[in-house]
């Protein structure tokens, strides 16, 4: 399944799969929501599966945000993808 998104106000809320073969198409739309220098909130309430490439979206995406120095924040977020992000040490109150 490949992934679309709602926009609203300040939000990106992702429909879908997040996982190798979306992150890609994924990544370069938010991307270029940030680099507009818009405050961001990404959504996973209507995402269906995650595995590792979601993890390495959501670093990617603070990343950038930080460069473009950018408030971005996750709400929503499925537990499988809690659980990778736990199991690298990477859920903190200023990660995830």
Do not use: C, H, W
């Not at 990544?27 to 405050?39: A, D, F």
Request: net charge negative; glycine share 2%; aromatic share 8%.
């Amino acid at each position: 399944m490949s992934a679309k998104f709602k926009f609203s106000d300040n939000k990106i809320i992702i429909q879908g799969d997040i996982n190798f073969e979306t992150v890609s198409a994924i990544y370069s739309e938010i991307e270029n929501y940030i680099i507009s220098g818009n405050n961001i909130v990404i959504d996973f309430s209507e995402t269906k599966e995650v595995n590792s490439a979601a993890l390495a979206l959501i670093i990617e995406l603070k990343k950038l945000a930080n460069k473009s120095k950018v408030d971005i924040k996750f709400s929503k977020i499925p537990d499988k993808l809690l659980r990778l992000a736990e199991a690298s040490n990477l859920v903190s109150d200023n990660f995830i």
